[in-house]
Structure formats: C-alpha cells, structure tokens
C-alpha cells in the first residue's frame, strides 16, 4: 500500500523559505495526481497545489501563486513544495496527499492517501 511521509516544516519569520518534502513507498507506473494541503484549526483543509506525476498539469491556490512551486524527483519517488516569501497566514500543518487517477481532485475527500502532517510557523 502506498505510504506517504512529509518532513522539512519548522517555524521561520516572515518573508522566509522552507521546502517540504513528501516521500512515497512507491510511484505506480501510471500517472497520478500528488497534492498539498494546509489545515489551520477550524477551518477545512484547503488544497494549496496539485500536479500530476510523469508529466502534466500543476494548479495552485491563487493565495500562493508566484510564492510555492511544486516539484518532483520520480528516481527519488518525491514531491516537494518549496514555499517562499512566506507570510504569516501561511502557518498550518501542511499534508502531502495521493489520488490514484489521471485527474486531480479539489476538496481533501477526492484523495484517499495521506501523509501525517508537517508545521509550518511564520512569525511576524
């Protein structure tokens, strides 16, 4: 079964980087969709981005855009989500999540597979 581990999160001040990565057991040999998400407590899981591996379309949330980008390492089974200019809205525990299909999905219950979560803190 596919497992997913994220790390990197960590707590930087405003205007800082970090890259999360997100490691899977495994990468089946037909394209699937890997995302991001980020929760804060009370409100809903909110995809931040989304790409399809071996090639194809990325999306992010317009909250992030010009400031993450989403990338992979398939020799590594890895995705990571480089995060910069952060600013303190974008303090959440951050989920890498997997959807077994050519398509991704937009609410957190379209993907079945998730890592445990990684924090990230920006202080102002």
């Known amino acids: 079964q596919l497992q997913l581990v994220e790390s990197g999160g960590g707590s930087v001040q405003t205007g800082g980087s970090l890259r999360l990565s997100c490691a899977a057991s495994r990468y089946p040999s037909v394209r699937i969709c890997m995302a991001w998400f980020r929760q804060t407590p009370g409100r809903e899981r909110e995809r931040v981005t989304s790409t399809l591996t071996r090639g194809g379309s990325t999306v992010y949330a317009d909250s992030v855009k010009g400031r993450f980008t989403i990338s992979q390492d398939n020799s590594k089974n890895i995705v990571y989500l480089q995060m910069n200019n952060l600013k303190p809205e974008d303090t959440a525990m951050y989920y890498c999540?997997?959807?077994?299909?050519?398509?991704?999905?937009?609410?957190?219950?379209?993907?079945?597979?998730w890592g445990q979560g990684t924090q990230v803190t920006v202080s102002s």
């Open positions: 999540a997997v959807r077994l299909d050519r398509s991704c999905g937009v609410g957190p219950d379209e993907y079945p597979r």
